[in-house]
C-alpha cells in the first residue's frame, strides 16, 4: 500500500524550524523532511515514503537477513543432493 | 545552400530588427510588417537560405521515383527546455523518426508554429536555433512553415506541428503488422531516460538527476540496418507509452504474442531509481531516441551488427521474440523466471504511491 | 539501489521457493494485507511459483483502492469549484466516483494538481494565498504522518488557505474484520512493513493471541515477500501461532514513535466505510477538534455528501478470498479495469484487474 524505497542522507539542514535532507536514490537526488528520524546522519540509510524519511535501515540486520537466504541455498543445494529429488 | 554563420544556440542573440520586440506580440503572427521581419531575421537564417525563386506559400520538392513516406506530429512539452533536450529538437527528430520507423530518409519537414502571446523572443530564437541544428544533424531542411499567435493563456508558451515526407527506399516493407511468430525483437539502447529528464523538471515531482533526454534523430540508424538487411518487418520508436505501448500496439495490429525478458531491458540505474521512488516502470516511460526492430531471424545477426556499430545503437540488445501462442497478447518473464501479461499504460503515466 | 538490488535476486528467490516447497505438506490461505506486495507478487509473478497448496489471497491494502465512492464525490465537488488547487497522490487521479474521475474534473476546468509530498500541497498554499488548496489525505499509517505534519505546518504558519480531506485507513481492524468473520479462510497474514515500520509490531500480538494466527512482518521486495510466505508456511506447518518479524532491518517493535505522536495529536480514531467491504468500526482516523478548521468537509460543505456503492460489486467476498473474481457477475461485464465497479478492478494490481489479465493470456472468454 505504501510506496516507500531505502535511499541515502547526503545533507542535512533545516528549514524555518523543520529538519530537512537531500536523499540521493542511485543518482536520483530528492529534497525529503527528517522530522521523524530525528537522530539520522549524513551517510545513514533510510525508507521514504512521500517525502518523509520513515524509518532507518538498520544494516546489520540486512547483512543477517541476506545471509541467512545464502545459508538456506546451501542447505536447499544439500537437501538436493542426498534427497536426489529433482 | 550558402555558407552562413553557425549560431550557438544557448548564446542565441536577437537580431537588430527584432530586438525592439522582447516578447512576440500577437502582430507576429499577423502577416503583416511585423510577421514578415520574423520570417526574414529568424527563421530564413536559421533554416537555411530562401529558395532560389524567393519565398512562396509552398515549398516545391523533387521527390523522384518510387514511394514517400508522409508525416506529421504535433509537439507540446512542458517546460520547453529540459535537460538533454527542448521542444525544438524534439519536433524536429520526432517527424525524423517517425518517417524513418516506416523506412523512409527524410527529404523536408514543415513547419508549424503556434505561439502564445507574450513569448519572451529569446525563447523562440533558442527553440529555432535548436531545431536548426536538429535539422542540420538528421540532414533534413525545413522547407516550409507557418506561424499564428494566439492571445495569452490560449496556449501554454509554445506548441510546434511538424510534418515531412521522406523516401523509402525499393524494397523496402516496414509496418506493424508484418510481424510474425519467429521473429525476433531487438531494442536499441537504454530506456526510460527521455522521460525521466523531463520529469525531472516537472512541477510537483521535481527531482535531481544527471539524467538527459536521449532524443536523437534515428534515420541514419534506420539507414545503416537497412544497408545490413533489407527485410527489417517492423520499426517502432517507443515514445510515449514507452516500450510495452509500443509491444503492445504491434501484438495487436498483427494478432501475434510478444514475449520478452524483464531481465534483458536495458534500464540505467537512474531511471530504475526514479522508477522505484515514483512508482512507475521504465517501460512505460517516454524515449525519444531508440527504436524496437523486429526482424526474422536470419536478420537478426545482421541487423544487430549494424545497430551496435551506429552511436544511436550502440547499446541495442535482443530482449525477445514473437510467438502465435497468445495473439495480441505481450508478455514478459519476470527475473524470477514468471511471466505476466504487459497492457497498455491506460492514459497519462503518474506517480503512485501505493 | 542498495538495499533493493540484493532482495531482488533470482538465485537467493530459488532457495527461498525451494524451501517452502519443501516444508508445504498441505492446503494454506495466506493473505497479504498491503497492496504494495500485492504489486511485488503479481509483478514478479511470484504467485505462479509458489507450490500449488500455497494460496495467496490479496487483501485490502491499497489505500487508493478502499478509498469510498462517497469520499472520492466528495473530492470531485471540491476540486470543480473555481477558486480551488486540488491536490492529490497520482494514483487517485483515475478512481472513479459515481460518475466521473478527478481527470474528468481536470478537463472540465477543475485544477487539479499531482504531488510527490503533501508538503508540496502546503507549499502550493502559500504562493497561492488567493487560492484554496485541498490536499487529498488518503493512506495508511504510512502515509498519516506525512499527512499529519502538513497540517500541522499549516497551522504553524497560519495558512488558512490549506485543508485537507481525510479518507485514513487502519490497518489491524482490517485484519481483525477479515479474521473474525465467521466464513475467514485466511490461515496467516503478511502483515505491512512499511505500516509497521511507523506503527511497530505491538497492534499485531493481540490479534495473535485472540484469533491463534500466525502474523508475519514483511518487506516488499521479492525475496522479503518470500521469507514472509515461508515463516507463515513454516509456523502452520508447526501448528504455531506467532507473531514474527521478517523486515527487522526497517520494522522495530515500537515504530517511529516521533511519528506516532504527531499522528496522534493531529488525528483521531474514527469508524470508515472501505469501498468494496463497507463500514469498519473504529477502522480510521479523522482530523482531531483543534484541527478541525483544516477539515476540507467542512470547510466545503460536504460533510453529508455521500454515494451507494455499486449492488453488482463483490469485491469484499473477493478480498476475503470467499469467492474468486470471475464468481461475481459483474466481472468482465460492468466491471472492467476501464470502468472498475469496486477496490479489487481499481488498482491494476488489484485481485481482479489481476485476474481479468491473466484471462487475456490464456485466451479464456473474460465476460461471461
Known sequence: ?86 | MSERKRVEAMAWVCPVPLRQYDRVLLGHGGGGKLSAELVEHLFVPAFGSAPEHGLHDSAVLEPGEGRLAFSTDSYVVRPLFFAGGSIGEIAVNGTVNDIAMSGGQPIALSCGFIIEEGLAMDTLGRVVELMAGAARTAGVSIATGDTKVVNRGAADQLFINTAGVGRIPDGVDIRPDRASPGDVVIVSGEIGVHGVAVMSEREGIEFGTRVRSDSAALNGLVGAMLDAYLDIHVLRDPTRGGVAASLCEIAAAAGVGIKFEESLLPVPAEVAAACSFLGLDPMNIANEGKLIAIVPPEGVDDVLNAMLSHEHGAGAMVIGTVNDEHPGVVTAVTRLGATRVVDLPLGEVLPRIC | MKYLDEFNDPVLAKSLFDEIRRITTQKWSIMEVCGGQTHAIIRNGIDQLLPDDVELIHGPGCPVCVTPLGVIDKALDIASRPDVIFCSFGDMLRVPGSSRDLFIVKSDGGDVRVVYSPLDAVNLAEQNPDKQVVFFAIGFETTAPANAMAVHMAKERGLDNFSVLVSHVLVPPAIEAIVGSPDNRVDGFLAAGHVCSIMGTWQYGPLVEKYNVPIVVTGFEPLDVLEGIRRVVAQLENGEAQLDNAYARVVSDQGNVPAQKMVEEVFEVCDRNWRGIGQIGVSGWRLAPAYRSFDAEYRFDVVDLDAPESELCRAGEVLQGRIKPNECEAFGNECTPRTPLGATMVSSEGACAAYYQYRRLTGTPVGI
Not at chain 1, 533545516?14 to 525529503?32: L, N, P, Q, V, W
Not at chain 1, 544494516?59 to 541455498?73: I, K, V, Y
Open chain 1, 1 to 86: 500500500m505504501c510506496l516507500a524505497v531505502p535511499g541515502q542522507i547526503v545533507d542535512v539542514r533545516d528549514e524555518r524550524g523543520i529538519r530537512m535532507a537531500t536523499i540521493d536514490f542511485d543518482g536520483i537526488s530528492k529534497d525529503i523532511c527528517l522530522a521523524y528520524l530525528p537522530d539520522i546522519e549524513v551517510g545513514d540509510y533510510a525508507i521514504v515514503h512521500v517525502g518523509f524519511a520513515i524509518s532507518k535501515i538498520d544494516e546489520a540486520s540486512a547483512l543477517e537477513t541476506l545471509q541467512m537466504f545464502r545459508d538456506l541455498g546451501i542447505l536447499e543445494e544439500e537437501l538436493d543432493v542426498t534427497g536426489g529429488v529433482s
